[in-house]
């Protein structure tokens, strides 16, 4: 989510602000300086495009549940497992997760639970390739292969929730390499 700060009136006078952010991983910051007319209507544009991306990603995970109460295929509850699971990291890359109740508890891992968030999608999507491509039956080796990089793939996922702060900037590059590596296979094996 974005923070926003209101800052006194202007005067004629100049004046500096200092801002400090403080982290255990890198991070980009873009920070602006705003009207408050200009800011509503920046964090109402961000508001529709994140509902909209919450509610894609609900009816996929509804429709996947559907589909597989009607036809019993095993590669429907992987895809539900993802779509839950893109939904939960999206909603706690926006800070969304953390304003709710139960789940605000997450915030606990602070980046590392994003990125055991972030693994578990990988996790969930080889296994929906798996099975959406009948790999346990059509290639046994590559299936095997896959199966090890899902428990690979979700022991980092345990490691990230031991919450070990001198692990967590090697976490977050583990992480992007190891999503990129699914995202690149899942796409060589849809080819």
């Not at 801002?19 to 109402?44: I, K, T």
């Not at 996790?123 to 959406?132: E, Y």
């Amino acid at each position: 989510d974005s923070f926003a700060f209101a800052l006194p009136g202007l005067s004629a006078e100049p004046h500096v602000y200092y801002v400090q952010v403080s982290g255990l991983v890198r991070m980009n910051l873009a920070p602006r300086l705003l009207r408050e007319a200009e800011f509503r209507v920046y964090d109402r544009r961000i508001a529709a495009v994140t509902g909209a991306s919450y509610a894609a990603l609900l009816v996929l995970m509804l429709s996947a549940f559907a589909l597989y109460l009607a036809l019993r295929e095993r590669a429907y509850p992987w895809f539900v497992g993802l779509t839950g699971a893109l939904l939960l990291t999206l909603l706690a890359i926006n800070g969304h997760l953390y304003r709710v109740p139960g789940p605000a508890l997450f915030a606990w891992w602070g980046s590392d639970g994003l990125h055991a968030l972030a693994l578990a999608c990988c996790v969930l999507a080889l296994g929906f390739t798996r099975h959406f491509l009948e790999l346990p039956s059509s290639a046994p080796s590559l299936d095997r292969r896959l199966k090890r990089g899902q428990y690979l793939l979700a022991a980092v996922a345990v490691l990230c929730l031991f919450n070990i702060d001198t692990l967590s900037a090697r976490l977050q590059i583990a992480t992007g390499v190891l999503a990129f590596v699914t995202a690149l296979t899942v796409l060589l094996l849809a080819l």
